[in-house]
């Protein structure tokens, strides 16, 4: 079925958008080297002062090999468009959608699959490179059923970001500044989808309470797949709830959005 043009004009300009920052995404991604030096030195120093070869269930290379995957991870899923809907919200910017035939959030849909099309390609070819070399330099396995796998959550992670987010973005039609909640959140976010650390650190309890929440079918259930270390079974109850919490921040995100609106005052723009 073929898209109507608006949805295919604004999926054109979220990759417009995406090629006029490229500078600023690849300074971004480049930052992501230091997250990862100290990775490297932190678990260093973990495994030389424990005397294991195994700490929390990893090893030295493994642990090394998820760190550098999670960081690229994270950068894949990352969104800011939350900042940008917080502006439209305080200064107006949503009355010209309610005049044009496009829809708010089919506009901030297509515009970030726009965007994101161009920086999933570079990150996920990025992400094959670094998974040959850890390959070869930590025995990392590497298997086209784990890669094939990974590459069909991928796009579930991706939504399931964008909907939480959206979601989230909502609590601007009742704070005036919403900036350091969405800052907040994101740090957060982050942590408990095993964005920093992998969720076997925390405990079999925290760690429990961590798997039953969204978060980590974002980034730590995808890099568990594609490290090979999940069971057919694991991997269908995965993919699964993906969808289901893909389904319940879409309803959530709509019943915030309609009472947001109510609360709208519609000022500047």
């Known amino acids: 079925m073929k898209l109507p043009s608006k949805y295919t004009k604004t999926f054109s300009l979220g990759v417009q958008h995406s090629l006029e920052y490229r500078t600023n995404f690849f300074l971004t991604l480049f930052g992501a080297v ?15 002062s424990s005397g294991q070869e195994v700490v929390f269930g990893f090893s030295y290379n493994q642990m090394i090999a998820y760190s550098i995957l999670a960081v690229l991870m994270s950068k894949l899923i990352g969104t800011t468009f939350q900042f940008e809907i917080a ?17 708010y959030f089919a506009y901030r849909i297509f515009c970030f699959l726009g965007e994101k099309s161009v920086q ?6 990025l992400s094959m490179i670094v998974m040959l070399l850890l390959h070869v330099w930590l025995d990392f396995p590497v298997g086209l059923a784990q890669i094939g796998l990974f590459l069909c959550v991928v796009p579930g992670a991706l939504m399931l970001n964008f909907f939480i987010y959206y979601s989230l973005s909502a609590v601007a039609f009742w704070f005036t500044e919403a900036g350091g909640a969405f800052r907040t959140f994101a740090l957060l976010a982050n942590i408990a989808g095993g964005g920093l650390f992998p969720l076997d650190i925390y405990g079999p309890v925290t760690k429990a309470i961590l798997l039953a929440l969204p978060f980590n079918y974002v980034i730590y259930f995808p890099i568990r797949l594609l490290s090979g270390t999940l069971s057919g079974p694991e991997i269908a109850v995965g993919a699964l709830m993906q969808l289901v919490w893909i389904g319940v921040f879409a309803a959530l995100s709509s019943l915030l959005w309609r009472q947001g609106l109510t609360k709208y005052i519609a000022v500047g723009g």
Do not use: E, H, S, T
Not at 34 to 48: E, G, M, N, T
Not at 120 to 125: H, P
């Open 120 to 125: 999933m390609l570079f990150v996920l070819a």
């Open 34 to 48: 230091f997250p990862i030096l100290i990775q490297f030195f932190y678990w260093r120093a973990v495994f030389a």
């Open 87 to 103: 502006r439209d919200i305080k200064d107006g910017g949503l009355n010209k959608y309610m005049v044009k035939p496009i829809g």
